[in-house]
Each structure stands twice: as C-alpha cells, then as structure tokens.
C-alpha cells in the first residue's frame, strides 16, 4: 500500500478552479493507478476521476459523466503526485474529495486499496 496526502482544496466561487494535489509515498508510484472520489453531505462516495499506471508517458485517463469537459486528471511520477484540475466549478460540485491508489484501479470504491484523508472543495453560488 502506499499513503496518500491531499492538498488544494478551499472555498471557490462558481466558475473557478481549483487544483487537488495527492502526493502518495511508500510504494513505487508509476505502477499504481490513481483514483479520486467525492463524498458530499449525506451522499454516497462516487467516482469522479482515474488514471492508469504509466509505463514511459502512456497512461489512461477517464472521467464520470458530470465532469467531463471541466475536470483534468494527470499525474507526475518524479514527483509521486496525481493531481486533478477542476475548472468551471459548480456548487454541486461542493464535497470532500478523496485520493485512492490501487494496482488496477476503475471506478469502484472497492478496487481501490489505499485512500487519504480527503480534502473539502467548497463552491459558492
């Protein structure tokens, strides 16, 4: 496993942007796929972004639905860091979003094996 540490998150108006940075330690980052996730109030967790484990500069990046378009993935392996972009930003958009790694990676909760601590991204109307 690895321990993952988010940073980057605050309050924002609609419209903005903000960058999410999770910086992972303990295990060798470029074979580990990367997830981020989101919880708001009384919802559950969901997918929002993952990219694959890299070999060189090829990798997979893939989006949920709802940010697509507004929201980039990308992760720097000298720097054991994934970050994600999230530009025109909407008051939905308001959650605490969490950092996940795993040897495969995907879209569910349970492919993942290592998670942070969450960062809160709020986004004022």
């Known amino acids: 496993q690895v321990q993952l540490v988010e940073s980057g998150g605050g309050l924002v108006q609609a419209g903005g942007s903000l960058r999410l940075s999770c910086a992972a330690s303990?295990?060798?980052?470029?074979?580990?796929?990367m997830g981020w996730f989101r919880q708001a109030p009384g919802k559950e967790r969901e997918f929002v972004s993952a990219?694959?484990?890299?070999?060189?500069?090829?990798?997979?990046?893939y989006y949920a639905d709802f940010v697509k378009g507004r929201f980039t993935i990308s992760r720097d392996n000298a720097k054991n860091t994934v970050y994600l972009q999230m530009n025109s930003l909407k008051p939905e958009d308001t959650a605490v979003y969490y950092c996940?790694?795993?040897?495969?990676?995907?879209?569910?909760?349970?492919?993942?094996?290592?998670w942070g601590q969450g960062t809160q991204v709020t986004v004022s109307s």
């Open positions: 303990g295990r060798t980052f470029r074979t580990y796929a």
């Open positions: 990219i694959s484990w890299s070999v060189g500069s090829a990798y997979y990046a």
């Open positions: 996940a790694g795993g040897p495969i990676g995907g879209t569910g909760l349970s492919e993942y094996e290592s």
